[in-house]
């Protein structure tokens, strides 16, 4: 069976969990810290703060913005239904800014329309949530100039791009976002099982995060505004979680982080391949990376809608188990309960009827690669 994506484990990596489990310390500890600071010295950020998951880390980043009831963030229809729920945990609302057909990535047309219209409504968002779609980074450049007008706060769900570069600078170095959230999801570029990390060179959303993360409690009794009675001091002074992450699973990111650079060369070097071999297919390759360096998380194509599932149908009985991304976020039965429906965003849902996403991950061999090529090459899209 070849996966669309898969973890990549080494010996180092297994070695490196078997440490924890020997030492002293298995929940949040020193291998958490070294984590974070690798993390953040990796992608040029001053602040990295780790929680289990990436769906935690955007509920954290969220709360830190300070978003509440009353309050509006928008993110894209094309992601993982994490970026959109994360509003919903805060009480706040939630709405959608299509896509741009070429890449999956938020439609500046669409956005810059949008902003136009709810600010005659007095309905701006607080918080915008775009996702470097497939590993590409979305256009910053666009989206910092539209907050700079609307006065919004950018949080890069960058679940896919950890490794991705933008415009010379690395995604995650906060030029790009207030805050940036990683997933270690199996399937993602680095993996610690589950896990999640938020980077940030705002002390004061760091602080936030941390706190949030922990209970909402501090042991600063000057932030409480209470004096301090003795060393088991600690006050709780948000409504925070437990959305610590372990050292076991610490250790093995720290581990696979030595290694993201070949991570996604060998993505890069699949891609090059897929794209290649399609050249006179009618397969359309997304993400292409003008430029930026695309992590290539996913690689996605866009085929005719009228025989995408014929093509999926046909890898999955030769084993080759290719996969959507993504269902409209807004067409899932809890959205549509809360108003939205089929239609409300054309690109997103074109793009959901055309989109295959190929097996792409480092450890993929040569053989099964071909196997793939040959299967896509073969396929007949005139029927
Ligand atoms: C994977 C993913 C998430 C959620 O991450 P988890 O670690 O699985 O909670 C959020 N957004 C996007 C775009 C993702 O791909």
Redesign the pocket.
């Known amino acids: 069976m070849i996966p669309y994506g898969r973890q990549t484990i080494s010996e180092d990596d297994i070695q490196a969990v078997a440490k924890v489990l020997r030492s002293d310390w298995l929940t949040q500890g020193p291998s958490v810290e070294q984590f974070e600071d690798a993390i953040a010295a990796r992608c040029g950020a001053t602040y990295a703060v780790a929680v289990s ?3 935690a880390a ?1 509920h954290v980043a969220a709360l830190a913005t300070g978003l509440g009831p009353g309050r509006r963030l928008w993110t894209t229809p094309n ?2 239904v ?2 959109a729920n994360c509003a919903l945990y805060c009480g706040a609302s939630v709405d959608f800014v299509d896509v741009d057909a070429r890449d999956g990535n938020i439609s500046i047309a669409a956005l810059t329309q949008k902003l136009e219209e709810a600010e005659a409504n007095n309905q701006l968002p607080d918080v915008l949530i775009p ?1 470097d779609f497939a590993g590409k980074p979305c256009d910053y450049h666009a989206i910092n100039a539209l907050k700079e007008k609307y006065g919004f706060v950018v949080i890069e ?1 960058a ?2 791009a950890l490794g991705a570069e933008h415009q010379g600078n690395k995604i995650g170095c906060g030029r790009f976002a207030d805050i940036t959230v990683l ?3 199996p399937v ?1 570029i680095v993996t610690t099982g ?1 896990g ?1 990390m938020l980077l940030t060179n705002s002390a004061e959303f760091a602080e936030r995060m941390r706190r949030f993360r922990t209970s909402g409690i501090t042991r600063d009794g000057a932030l409480a505004g209470k004096d301090a009675k003795g060393g088991w001091d600690y006050f709780q002074i948000d409504l925070g979680f437990n959305y610590r992450l372990s050292d076991i699973h610490a250790a093995l990111g720290l581990s696979q982080l030595t290694r993201l650079n070949h991570f996604v060369e060998k993505r890069n070097d699949i891609a090059d391949r897929y794209d290649r071999a399609f050249t006179d297919l009618p397969v359309r390759p997304m993400n292409r990376r003008e430029g930026d360096l695309c992590a290539y998380h996913l690689y996605v194509i866009r085929v005719a809608a009228h025989r995408r599932k014929a093509l999926y149908d046909h890898l999955h009985a030769m084993d080759i188990r290719a996969q959507v991304h993504y269902i409209p976020v807004h067409t899932q039965p809890y959205f549509e309960n809360l108003g939205f429906q089929w239609g409300d965003f054309p690109e997103a849902e074109n793009h959901y009827h055309e989109a295959l996403s190929l097996p792409m991950y480092p450890a993929m061999t040569d053989g099964e690669l071909d196997q793939v090529i040959s299967e896509i090459t073969q396929f007949d899209f005139s029927r």
Request: aromatic share 12%.
């Open positions: 998951s990436g769906t955007l992601t993982f994490a970026s996702v769900d679940s896919h997933s270690f999801h993602k589950e999640g």
